[in-house]
């Protein structure tokens, strides 16, 4: 069971930058596809962005362009999410997800996932 560990949130005024990282806690042959999700209680699961196993393909939820960019990291199966210009409705859980095969945006297709990491942007 591959195991992913999510680091970098934290409480950030509207308009800083906070940088988002995740691992698979254990070595494994596969590179993956790789995807930030975040959720508020009591709401569905909501895509971010993602990045296919080679960084090659990128792909990032429309209202979050020009905000949010997601890219590999240099280790294998280790992805970041810069997030600047935040603001209040950033405000969630924010979970790191992985997949064999190619990138998507439901949670379903998505097959590992981390414990979440909170961010909470203040007005």
């Known amino acids: 069971q591959v195991r992913l560990v999510e680091s970098g949130g934290g409480l950030m005024q509207a308009g800083g930058s906070l940088r988002l990282f995740c691992a698979a806690s254990?070595?494994?042959?596969?590179?993956?596809?790789m995807a930030w999700f975040r959720q508020v209680p009591g709401n569905e699961r909501e895509f971010v962005a993602a990045?296919?196993?080679?960084?090659?393909?990128?792909d990032v939820a429309e209202s979050l362009k020009g905000r949010f960019t997601i890219t590999r990291g240099n280790v294998k199966n280790t992805v970041l999410l810069q997030m600047n210009n935040l603001r209040p409705e950033d405000t969630a859980d924010y979970y790191c997800?992985?997949?064999?095969?190619?990138?998507?945006?439901?949670?379903?297709?998505?097959?590992?996932w981390g414990q979440g990491t909170r961010v909470t942007v203040s007005s």
């Open positions: 997800a992985a997949r064999t095969g190619v990138l998507g945006r439901l949670p379903n297709e998505y097959l590992y």
């Open positions: 254990e070595r494994v042959e596969n590179a993956f596809a």
């Open positions: 990045v296919n196993w080679d960084g090659g393909s990128l």
